[in-house]
């Protein structure tokens, strides 16, 4: 079931194959993912423009390797919050969103914790700066936890368009 403010789209096999394309390669021509999903071009413009309408293909962006760019150090953190309301929260994410450092930032349940961020930086000296100067200085945290990443096992930003509804 779709989620509040959410819509389900029907996509048929060559719309998944389209998206399937991107995802691994967004930096595609549309000539090139013609190609590769067995349309003409124009058709298969009209589809990838459809898909960016719908708003199923939000962005294209360029993946960097954080290592090669001396961004060595990723961190999990999980913060607790001191009360629980939509104010306290909502200043929370507004602070949160003006750090570069976090490349992910969720709401969670099941944890004792309210927020989860994922932090790229280039060392623990910066991270544990940035923990104390920022971080721990946003109204409301109440707790913090680190983990850090010694592997990254599984990186992608593709999802599994296998769960798709078959069409066409």
Partial sequence: MPSAG????????????????????????????????GL????????????EEAGIIMERVTV??????????????????????????E???RQVAQYPEIQE??????????????VVVPDMDHYHQFLLNQITRIPGVSGVHSSFVLRRVIDT?????????SGG
């Fill in 91 to 93: 200043e929370f994410q």
């Fill in 6 to 37: 959410s819509e389900l789209h029907k996509l048929d096999r060559t719309d998944r194959r389209i998206l399937d394309a991107l995802q691994r390669n967004g930096a595609l021509n549309n000539q090139q993912l013609a190609e590769e999903v």
């Fill in 64 to 89: 960097l390797d954080h290592k090669k760019l001396g961004l060595a150090l990723t961190a999990i953190i999980l913060i607790g919050m001191d009360r629980h309301t939509p104010e306290r929260f």
């Fill in 40 to 51: 003409s071009p124009s058709p298969c413009l009209r589809r990838v423009r459809a898909l």
């Fill in 157 to 165: 930003t593709a999802l599994p368009l296998k769960y798709l509804e």
């Fill in 105 to 118: 930032c969720y709401l969670i349940t099941g944890q004792d914790a309210d927020y989860m961020l994922k």
